[in-house]
């Protein structure tokens, strides 16, 4: 089975500075991955997929940006953080064929 | 398209009791589904699935559902809940066949009371 990693698992910053989480995967190739956002009261909220590097789909206009460098490297960024965007950030990756979606440790990111 | 409701944002249980989550879903093909349950301050983890097969799906910690084509359900539960099983349970669904994308509900919060 695959596994996926996130850092950093939590991170404080304040309004208008940078943001970037990384996501990696390990014992696939050629994963889907996704990005997915959790909100106080409002579950999980897909963000970004992508199907293969440099291949990025957004669901919602925000003021983040993904990208994927490599085949098993997903980024989440924004150049300027504003406090809507506080929440607990999820990488997940689908295992096809074995109908089930792996998710990454979380990063909780507060902006202050 | 798909989407997925959860019925009751909280739900309050005695320890011992049953523990029954509400989920339903729409999907214009027939669904994969499944539940995921996040402990404080802890990842997701997947509980069950359904894809195929077996309506009744069992799942880990006792916990099981029931795929209900003709109610649209996916409803969770568990016969004797323990105070371990205080946690957010979300279901999700995917399109079979697709991973692109999954859809998850805004999740329950299951409280036990001693």
């Known amino acids: 089975s695959q596994t996926i990693h996130q850092w950093p698992a939590t991170l404080v910053q304040p309004v208008g500075s940078p943001l970037s989480l990384e996501c990696t995967v390990e014992g696939t190739s050629n994963p889907n991955l996704y990005w997915y956002r959790q909100a106080a009261g409002r579950g999980l909220q897909l963000l970004f997929y992508?199907?293969?590097?440099?291949?990025i789909s957004s669901e919602v206009p925000q003021n983040l940006s993904a990208s994927r460098p490599q085949d098993r490297q997903f980024i989440l960024s924004s150049k300027k953080l504003l406090l809507s965007d506080s929440g607990f950030y999820l990488c997940?990756?689908?295992?096809?064929?074995?109908?089930?979606?792996?998710f990454g440790e979380g990063s909780w990111l507060t902006v202050v | 398209a798909q989407s997925v409701t959860q019925l009751g944002s909280h739900v309050s249980v005695s320890e011992g009791a049953l523990v029954l989550l509400r989920c339903n879903y729409s999907s214009s093909v027939p669904p994969y589904l499944f539940w995921y349950v996040q402990y404080p301050n802890q990842g997701l983890q997947l509980l069950l699935k359904?894809?195929?097969?077996?309506?009744l799906v069992k799942g880990i910690n006792g916990f099981e559902a029931e795929f209900k084509k003709s109610e649209t359900s996916f409803h969770l539960t568990k016969p004797s809940a323990h105070m371990s099983d205080a946690a957010e349970y979300f279901c999700?669904?995917?399109?079979?066949?697709?991973?692109?994308?999954?859809?998850f509900g805004t999740g329950t919060k299951l409280q036990v009371i001693p």
């Open positions: 359904y894809t195929t097969g077996a309506t």
């Open positions: 992508s199907v293969g590097i440099g291949q």
């Open positions: 997940a990756s689908p295992s096809p064929g074995r109908n089930t979606i792996y």
């Open positions: 999700a669904v995917s399109l079979s066949g697709g991973y692109q994308k999954v859809t």
